[in-house]
């Protein structure tokens, strides 16, 4: 039986832990904390915060009946997007690179769909020394039934020790069938991908509570190992036209097809003309904007900057610009090179949605606003003062 | 028709404080509510069943204290709850938290639909519902925005999914899965009545003894997955506050930024 | 400040209402007010909730509550906007002469619609020239068989055109006077029935306020309230009785919210490099504020719960509630306009919209001079040896 445990004779009674456990399940009793077995989820929170190292975690150790060490190479799954690589994708090969040397191992590179072998070279140039090519007209349109599907064949076949996805909307909504599939562990949307040299096993770091805290994960026992990664946090591989690269030309078998879901249309929508989690730069907007119509004065200054136009929930929720540029919890995580946010006040919701952005701008007239303590850089005034005079000053910098 | 919904509860963030000397979470004493996402999940569900007098079941995996997150949508309008609840599923990873739903759905027996929120606020993973689907060989459709149609007698559910650049339409036969995002519905209020009802259900709870999933399958020890560490990332520390004259101010501030445009 | 121990159904309806108050109605709360737009998702929302449920008995599929528990739910919702409160308490107003006079039959047919939210009431007494003298109204209905045929004009009638259900004050035999009068329940799209001008008022914008047309407007006599004649004047004070203490409860909810809102500013300003609440001068107006509301409150509760005991002649009670929240209402929220200063004389800042709606208070349902009549004629009656 698993579980966790304190260690009375280590334990301090600091109550460290008893603030961070979410569940409220570690309390203090004689001056040592218990946990509450009927209310602990072993999320582990506590583990790390003990500075004595009194918790710890039981673990019975279940070995799948498998040859861990038949698995090589590091794969990618290579995400298509309007008939050409996503950029996504050539992150991944960068980051799968540094993995492979580590484990002197080949980097992989699965290619699905309909006319898409012209694309191999493209991601041998970046890195690939591997790819291995379906292409067929049953993989036109990515149904994740019939993709997952492909693809633990292929797994079964060539047995990657690791194998990486983008955390998008298509990689978040295959890579668990795959896992479910494969039985791999799989950790989702992760920022930092390390190997540990010693044990040859991908270490996996990922935020959650919306970046608050960050996990550590491995999955030693089972392969591959899987993972996706965030966009734009891992920078792209650099092309490389030298560098050759193996073909491997893979047979579909109708059998992957999934007949219960059947592909109706894709329209494409007009309206978002940058995408958010593409963007380099998110010009957003709060309340402090005060109506709908001052959403202009963003859009000249994202204009000069080539930005993105991003909104705290309060403007969605007011009707002021739609759901689709909302940043936050129950928006859209963002983490572009430049965040610049206007009248936001930084309420957790929204923080925890742009707070792994690389530098972050705040421009607020409350020199208290929370989300001057999360910025790099404040500008502390009037937004209606500051916006269009920063949009000229900008402007004239570019045109010199 | 019927339809399961999976719900999750977790700390509520709007009262998640940070504190600024540890830059660690204050969640003590945090109150815990149904993931928000999972709320538009419930909704379409009522909507469903309003249309199609549907039978509505919603489950949770978790200890005890998660039946208050069932009596909420109890309280909305959802018929049937079900806890699932054992010290064996404890620490589960995404893996074996979809399976061992999976399992409870089949217990439950002849769902047509579930229904999840796209994925939850603390976890972020979005991994769990597709997860359910392929542990139960089903069809899925992810990120749905808006149920287009459904045919109950040809057994097929038309759905709009958003995506990062559009919109995708995918007709998908039935018994499927899908996860719903916050444009489908504006979830509903309890009613009063509802909320007479939540007080006082009787919550079934489905333990390891009635799933019978190998102990090798659930909780910490069915899980791929490992956490290893859990730590608080590096805050950055006082950024730079430019504050005064505007024209000076703006003047100050583009030069130290420039280099980064 | 008080804790009134209420019991566990009491505290729901309390949560729900501030739970709907905040999540439905506060986002939108300015924008209905300035396009003096009705707040249908609101209404909707509340009537989903089984609020208009509350205090209908459980035969006829309502929650069994009673004048208090509507009185929480009202001043919940005032707290965020009091324009709300109106529209969403005139359906209490037109249901109270059902539940109160009407007929069996009647209950039957209207009280469970009422309670699971289909339908929307309203309340036509006051005329052009008949405001608060309800045995002067103008409006007749002449008997014509099995039918009463009504004609006249009914004005400044909260949730008109949006009401499905309207109570109708009219006169069946002038010589009567007072006893003359009699109240009809009449169906929105009955032929005849035609609604009028719009006003466009200073405050509870969003609540709608309108002419009632009846032209040789026919109605069965099924539909004559109680089923008999003359039943229009003692239906009316009856209702009033009733319904006052919840427009006594809305203006504690507007000077409540207004209050909260006051401090909440005051507690962010910056004057002379302090925070305004540290200031005496704003203390003290904070500590009048809550004062007064909660003696407001105290009387409201009580004359709602005096209501709810079935005690005879609570006219004068729920009048003393009535006039005294009002007058608390109004001199809060303008006390809490003046502690934002000039911000609060601003449209871009809620509190002057508290301050507006407050007024109504004053004046509806009977003017705070005609209620001062009650209770001094009631004291006099007693005292007066």
Redesign the interface.
């Known amino acids: 039986m698993s579980g966790i445990k304190i260690d009375r004779e280590k334990c301090i009674g600091c109550s460290a832990c008893v603030g961070v456990c979410p569940v409220g399940a570690i309390s203090m009793v004689d001056g040592k904390a218990i946990i509450d077995m009927a209310k602990c989820t072993l999320c582990m929170s506590c583990v790390s915060t003990c500075p004595t190292d009194a918790i710890k975690v039981i673990r019975q150790t279940i070995v799948k009946d498998m040859d861990i060490n038949s698995y090589k190479g590091v794969w990618v799954f290579a995400e298509i997007e309007e008939q050409n690589i996503a950029s996504i994708t050539y992150e991944l090969l960068g980051k799968a690179k540094t993995l492979a040397k580590d484990l002197n191992t080949y980097v992989g590179a699965i290619l699905l769909g309909e006319n898409v072998k012209n694309l191999s070279q493209k991601l041998i140039e970046r890195g690939a020394d591997k790819v291995f090519l379906i292409d067929h007209s049953s993989l036109k349109h990515f149904i994740s039934e019939t993709y997952a599907n492909t693809i633990i064949n292929l797994i079964k076949k060539h047995k990657p020790e690791i194998l990486l996805a983008g955390a998008t909307t298509l990689g978040r909504s295959l890579v668990s069938r795959i896992a479910i599939g494969a039985y791999a562990g799989l950790t989702a949307d992760c920022t930092g991908l390390d190997i540990d040299k010693e044990r040859k096993i991908l270490i996996q770091t990922r935020p959650a509570f919306g970046g608050n805290i960050m996990a550590r994960i491995i999955s030693p026992n089972f392969r591959p190992q899987m993972a996706t990664v965030r966009h734009k946090v891992m920078p792209e591989a650099v092309i490389d036209p030298t560098h050759k690269g193996e073909i491997i030309e893979e047979n579909f078998d109708e059998s992957f097809v999934e007949k219960r879901v059947k592909f109706i249309d894709f329209i494409k929508e007009e309206t978002s003309k940058v995408n958010l989690a593409e963007a380099n730069i998110i010009v957003s907007g709060g309340r402090g904007l005060r109506n709908p119509e001052n959403f202009k004065l963003l859009e000249d200054l994202a204009d000069v900057l080539g930005a993105a136009i991003g909104s705290s929930r309060a403007c969605v929720d007011a009707g002021w610009i739609p759901y689709s540029h909302q940043v936050g919890q129950t928006g859209r995580t963002v983490n572009p090179k430049i965040y610049i946010a206007c009248g936001i006040s930084g309420q957790i919701q929204h923080l925890v949605g742009m707070q792994s952005s690389k530098v972050i701008i705040a421009i607020n007239s409350d020199p208290n606003a929370p989300i001057f303590k999360v910025a790099d850089y404040g500008l502390v005034g009037d937004l209606f003062t500051i916006i269009p005079s920063l949009t000229r000053k900008l402007k004239q910098l570019k045109n010199k | 028709m019927r339809i399961a919904v999976c719900i999750k509860q977790v700390?509520n963030?709007?009262e998640?404080?940070?504190?600024?000397k540890t830059n660690?979470?204050?969640?003590?004493?945090?109150e815990?509510i149904i993931n928000?996402?999972d709320m538009y999940a419930i909704e379409e569900a009522l909507r469903l069943k309003e249309k199609f007098n549907a039978e509505t079941f919603v489950i949770t995996m978790?200890?005890?204290?998660a039946e208050s997150a069932l009596k909420e949508a109890i309280s909305m309008g959802i018929d049937n709850p079900v806890l699932v609840s054992d010290?064996?599923f404890?620490?589960s990873?995404?893996?074996a938290t979809?399976?061992t739903l999976a399992k409870a759905i089949e217990k439950i027996g002849n769902i047509d639909l579930i229904i999840c929120g796209k994925q939850a606020?603390?976890?972020?993973?979005?991994?769990?519902?597709?997860?359910i689907?392929?542990?139960l060989n089903?069809?899925?459709?992810?990120?749905v925005n808006h149920i287009k149609n459904i045919n109950i007698e040809e057994k097929w559910i038309?759905v709009s999914?958003?995506?990062?650049?559009?919109?995708?339409?995918?007709?998908?036969?039935l018994p499927?899965l899908i996860t719903v995002v916050?444009?489908i519905n504006e979830p509903?209020?309890?009613?009063?009545?509802?909320?007479?009802r939540a007080?006082s259900i009787q919550i079934p709870v489905f333990t390891n003894k009635e799933l019978q999933i190998p102990e090798?399958m659930v909780?910490?020890?069915?899980?791929?997955?490992?956490?290893?560490?859990?730590?608080?990332?590096s805050?950055?520390v006082g950024?730079?506050?430019?504050?005064g004259d505007?024209?000076h101010?703006?003047?100050q501030?583009?030069l130290?930024?420039?280099d980064?445009? | 400040m008080i804790n009134y121990q209420l019991t566990e159904e009491q505290k729901m309806i309390k949560d729900l209402a501030r739970q709907i108050a905040e999540e439905k109605i506060k986002p939108y709360s300015k924008e209905w007010d300035e396009k003096e737009e009705f707040p249908e998702s609101a209404i909707q929302a509340l009537a989903k909730s089984d609020m208009n449920a509350i205090c209908i008995p459980t035969e006829y599929g309502g929650m069994g509550g009673g004048v208090f528990d509507l009185c929480l739910a009202v001043e919940e919702i005032a707290r965020i906007d009091g324009g709300v409160a109106t529209s969403y308490a005139a359906t209490f107003l037109g249901m109270f002469p059902i539940l109160l006079n009407g007929t069996e039959e009647q209950k039957k047919k209207y009280l469970p619609d009422i309670a699971a939210g289909k339908k929307l009431c309203a309340f036509a007494l006051t005329e052009p020239e008949a405001g608060s003298d309800a045995s002067n109204v103008k409006t007749t209905a002449t008997k014509d068989g099995d039918y009463y045929i009504l004609n006249g004009t009914k004005h400044f009638i909260t949730n008109g055109g949006v009401a499905d259900i309207n109570v109708v004050i009219a006169v069946t035999d002038k010589s009567k006077g007072a006893r003359g009068v009699s109240a009809f329940i009449v169906e929105k799209g009955t032929d005849g029935f035609t609604f009028g001008k719009k006003e466009e008022k200073l405050g509870i914008r969003c609540s709608p306020t309108r002419e009632l047309i009846f032209q040789d407007c026919k109605i069965h006599k099924s539909q004559l309230l109680g089923g008999m004649e003359g039943l229009g004047f003692i239906a009316t004070m009856r209702t009033f009785d009733y319904s006052r203490p919840g427009v006594a409860a809305q203006a504690v909810g507007i000077a409540q919210g207004a209050m909260e809102l006051a401090i909440e500013y005051a507690h962010k300003r910056i004057q002379f490099n302090q925070k305004i609440t540290s200031f005496q001068g704003i203390q003290w107006m904070i500590a009048d504020m809550g004062t007064k509301i909660e003696a407001a409150r105290a009387l409201v509760y009580a004359s709602a719960k005096a209501a709810d005991s079935g005690q005879k002649n609570i006219g004068p009670a729920s009048a003393a509630a009535k006039y005294f929240a009002s007058d608390v209402a109004m001199e809060v929220t303008t006390n809490a306009l003046q502690i934002f200063g000039g911000y609060g004389y601003i449209k871009e800042y809620p509190i002057e919209k508290y301050m507006r709606d407050a007024k109504i208070t004053q004046i509806y349902e009977g003017t705070n001079q005609i209620q001062r009549n009650i209770v001094a004629l009631a004291l006099i009656k007693e005292f007066g040896k």
Request: hydrophobic share 35%.
């Open positions: 700390p963030t709007t998640v404080k940070i504190n600024p660690t979470l204050i969640r003590e004493g945090v815990s928000p996402f978790g200890p005890p204290q010290r064996a404890a620490g990873d995404t893996w979809s399976l606020s603390d976890g972020d993973t979005a991994q769990v519902g597709p997860g689907a392929a542990h089903i069809p899925q459709a992810t990120y038309e999914r958003l995506l990062e650049n559009g919109f995708e339409i995918l007709r998908v036969e499927a916050k444009e509903r209020t309890p009613s009063l009545k509802g909320k007479m007080k090798n909780g910490l020890n069915g899980s791929p997955t490992q956490v290893v560490e859990i730590f608080t990332p805050h950055k950024g730079k506050i430019f504050q505007p024209d101010i703006i003047d501030f583009i130290e930024i420039k980064l445009l």
